[in-house]
């Protein structure tokens, strides 16, 4: 059995958060893990509440994850505070994980911040270094890079200067991006990869950045190549997702 730890908050809903990762670990073979950072209140459509745990509440449920399991992956969702992003970066550091995806939840689909300013320099000095993929949308990567991006190209130079900089790769997503189809890249410090798929369109989608960063920490936690961790991520979430279209947005 392999295991999978989801660093990250709580969603009432069940559709995103360490709900969302833990239904999504199951279905990809892992024994799912939580330390859960914060506790919100919302629905389908807005977050309504944010409370961060306290750092050394996270820390001890962090450590006991990977003391008491042979922990493959992480995968590092909403932190909620300074405070808990160098609590994570701080185990990270002791417990050497190889397989570490951060999904950059800066806010709520709604509007609703996760973090405030001072919090994003410290997890670009301190988490990213950590981990081995970021997966900011548009929105996310303009607020963390301070550049204005019209096009996915544009992200892809930006990134490049920004995979030394804060010495990880980057996954720009593009469903904020405009187009008929969703363009994509997968940048390293030495090699871009370039995707793009047809633009889906659900009427159910809640924690749909969850499901798909829960699924890249899953498939790196296989040795894949970046190139197969995206196909396979990307075509599980969109199977995913057809099938939870009962459910009422």
Same mark, same amino acid.
């Not at 908050?9 to 279905?27: E, P, R």
């Not at 409370?51 to 590092?76: G, M, N, R």
């Not at 871009?192 to 809640?206: G, L, M, W």
């Not at 190549?225 to 459910?247: P, T």
């Given at each position: 059995?392999?295991?999978?730890? #989801? ?10 958060? %360490? ?8 279905? !990809? ?20 509440? %944010? ?34 992003? @160098? ?42 270094? !950590? ?19 019209? #096009? ?48 889906? #369109? ?45 459910? @009422?947005?």
């Amino acid at each position: 059995m392999k295991y999978f730890l #989801t660093i990250a908050a709580s969603d009432n809903s069940g559709g995103a958060g %360490i709900q969302q990762d833990i239904k999504v670990a199951h279905d !990809l073979g892992y024994w799912a893990l939580s330390a859960v950072t914060g506790i919100t209140v919302q629905n389908f459509k807005e977050v309504f509440e %944010i409370e961060a745990v306290k750092p050394s509440l996270l820390k001890h449920q962090v450590e006991q994850c990977c003391l008491s399991f042979p922990v493959d992956t992480i995968k590092i969702g909403a932190v909620c505070s300074k405070e808990n992003i @160098k609590m994570i970066a701080g185990c990270l550091n002791k417990f050497e994980i190889q397989h570490v995806v951060l999904d950059t939840v800066l806010a709520s689909a709604s509007g609703k911040p996760f973090l405030d300013g001072k919090s994003l320099e410290v997890m670009e000095k301190e988490l990213f270094p !950590l981990t081995k993929l970021i997966t900011p949308n548009k929105p996310e990567f303009e607020m963390l890079s301070g550049r204005k991006i019209e #096009t996915v190209d544009e992200g892809v130079k930006v990134a490049e200067e920004k995979c030394v900089e804060w010495n990880t790769s980057i996954l720009l997503k593009g469903g904020h991006f405009e187009g008929k189809n969703i363009k994509e890249a997968l940048i390293t410090k030495d090699k871009v990869y370039h995707f793009e798929r047809k633009r889906e #369109t659900f009427n159910y989608q809640h924690g749909t950045g969850c499901a798909f960063s829960t699924a890249l920490a899953c498939f790196s936690g296989n040795s894949l190549s970046f190139y197969d961790i995206y196909v396979r991520s990307s075509e599980y979430l969109v199977k995913h997702y057809h099938s939870l279209q009962k459910l @009422k947005p």
